[in-house]
């Protein structure tokens, strides 16, 4: 969008510390439900609205589905497509967070959180495991879980690098989200290679809403939204 010259403004969460510089103005933390996000839209004469939330930003992603048909204002998804089982993959579905906690009932295992930070605290929920953790930033406060090793780190990861890391730790079971794409792949390829289970959680329900995969799409849509049917 800079290199094109068009007016955009890049919205943040704010769950990262210290995220990448851009070369648009960029804003940092929520609306304040949909009505704030439709007053922003309003106020700063906001035409397009993309959406290129993690796939498991459910709430967003609602709130601008809804916030775009109060506004009139046409709205685009930019999101990965979901991860697909292949050969050699072990995996065991689960629909949410709270039945991949119950999903770890028994014997005590050496299990890898690739979740980020927000979910973690659920899991104490299972004490007697061993979990390793992986964060982009320090946490200010210590993980709640009474058995675990963090690792701090920022991808993209490597298959190389994360098998040597489940190797390393001795893990013997990946939780995670079905996050899709290519950054976070690396865990999916390594416990493929070494044969481990997988706990998959699958994608929250999102309203319907135009969806494409690629950036080049998105850069279409602004030029010409017709072309999507949006």
Same mark, same amino acid.
Not at 151 to 172: C, K, M, N, S, Y
């Given at each position: 969008? *800079? ?9 943040? /969460?704010?769950?990262? *510390? ?10 940092? !933390?929520?609306? !304040?439900g949909v009505s704030g996000l ?23 992603? +609602?709130?601008?589905?809804?916030? *775009? ?5 046409? @709205?685009? +998804? ?28 028994? %014997? *005590?295992?050496?299990?890898?959180? /690739? ?16 979990? @390793? ?16 090793? @963090? ?10 690098g994360d098998t040597h890391l489940?190797?390393?730790? !001795? ?11 290519? !950054? ?9 290679? @070494?044969?481990? %289970? ?27 939204? /017709?072309?999507?049917?949006?």
């Amino acid at each position: 969008m *800079a290199e094109r010259g068009l007016s955009a403004t890049l919205s943040y /969460a704010g769950r990262t *510390a210290n995220p990448r510089a851009q070369p648009v103005p960029i804003r940092i !933390g929520g609306f !304040g439900g949909v009505s704030g996000l439709e007053r922003h839209i309003r106020e700063e004469s906001v035409t397009r609205l993309i959406d290129a939330t993690h796939p498991f930003a459910a709430t967003m992603s +609602a709130h601008a589905v809804a916030a *775009a048909e109060a506004t009139g204002v046409p @709205l685009i +998804a930019l999101t990965r497509p979901a991860w697909q089982p292949l050969p050699g993959d072990r995996w065991h579905t689960v629909p949410d967070i709270a039945a991949a906690v119950a999903a770890l009932s028994g %014997p *005590a295992r050496r299990v890898m959180l /690739a979740l980020g930070r927000m979910h973690v605290e659920a899991f104490a929920a299972q004490p007697q495991h061993r979990y @390793l953790l992986r964060f982009v930033d320090s946490p200010d406060v210590p993980p709640a879980l009474p058995d675990h090793r @963090l690792v701090v780190d920022r991808g993209p990861f490597t298959a190389q690098g994360d098998t040597h890391l489940l190797q390393e730790h !001795g893990i013997d079971l990946i939780v995670c989200k079905n996050a899709g794409g290519t !950054g976070a792949e690396a865990k999916i390829v390594a416990a493929r290679r @070494l044969g481990l %289970p997988v706990l998959m959680i699958d994608r929250p329900f999102i309203p319907a809403r135009a969806t494409v995969h690629a950036v080049g799409d998105v850069m279409d849509w602004l030029a010409h939204p /017709a072309h999507l049917g949006v």
